[in-house]
């Protein structure tokens, strides 16, 4: 069946440090993958999303993801992260399944972030 | 354009009781969704609609009922409201099946079942 990982439960990061967070899925077929954020209090926004082309995909706030296809992974990056990053992340994605198309999250991660 | 709202946006119900959550969206969306989210178990597909007068079942329907009238409204009922029932609610709709489009997100309702 298909799955979507991550790796990381809770990340705590001092202001300035980067940030990799992990996902991984398990499906053999085509797939499209999100990030989304949810800050304290409020509701799920989309960060980036990767449907086809460069795997490198860039999203709001200076955040960027990667797909790698023979790793099934699409870890989110930040080189420098800020106090207000601190926020549950989450990834999606969609698969095929019969006729339909299916969306799996992850179970998130939350991020605090030390001033 | 105010997006997906939410209505309420807390409640307390006792064991039994019923109660109905409004989502309403402005976007024009077809496919409407609500999810609940739980402690360590992330997101999870109660019901969702392709179209106005449609449903379907997602991943935990149990307990819940939905409707959809209108094109933009999608109701969330709770017929006999159980403590396994309390969770955060969050309604999202989107243009297309997700495949292509992301889906947008309203505030989220807190409830909790004593």
């Known amino acids: 069946a298909q799955s979507v990982s991550q790796h990381n439960h809770h990340v705590i990061l001092s202001e300035a440090a980067s940030l990799e967070l992990g996902c991984n899925y398990s499906?053999?077929?085509?797939?499209?993958l999100f990030w989304y954020v949810q800050y304290p209090g409020q509701h799920l926004q989309l960060l980036l999303k990767?449907?086809?082309?460069d795997p490198l995909v860039k999203g709001i706030k200076g955040f960027e993801a990667e797909f790698i296809k023979s790793k099934f992974s699409f870890n989110l990056r930040k080189p420098s992260v800020q106090w207000s990053d601190t926020a549950e992340y989450f990834c999606?994605?969609?698969?095929?399944?019969?006729?339909?198309?299916?969306?799996?999250w992850g179970l998130g991660t939350s991020l605090a972030v030390n001033p | 354009n105010a997006g997906v709202t939410q209505t309420p946006k807390f409640r307390v119900l006792k064991t039994g009781q019923s109660m109905t959550l409004l989502c309403a969206q402005d976007?024009?969306?077809?496919?409407m969704y609500w999810y609940r989210q739980d402690p360590g178990m992330g997101l999870r597909l109660i019901h969702y609609?392709?179209?106005?007068?449609?449903?379907a079942k997602g991943e935990v329907p149990d307990g819940y009922n939905v409707s959809r009238l209108k094109k933009q409204n999608f109701l969330l009922g709770l017929e006999s409201a159980a403590p396994s029932q309390t969770s955060v609610y969050f309604c999202?709709?989107?243009?297309?099946?997700?495949?292509?489009?992301?889906?947008?997100f309203g505030p989220g309702t807190r409830l909790t079942v004593l």
């Open positions: 999606a994605v969609n698969f095929k399944a019969g006729n339909n198309r299916k969306l799996i």
């Open positions: 499906y053999g077929g085509t797939v499209n």
């Open positions: 990767y449907f086809s082309g």
């Open positions: 976007m024009n969306h077809e496919y």
């Open positions: 609609s392709v179209g106005e007068g449609t449903t």
């Open positions: 999202a709709s989107s243009f297309a099946p997700t495949v292509y489009n992301e889906q947008f």
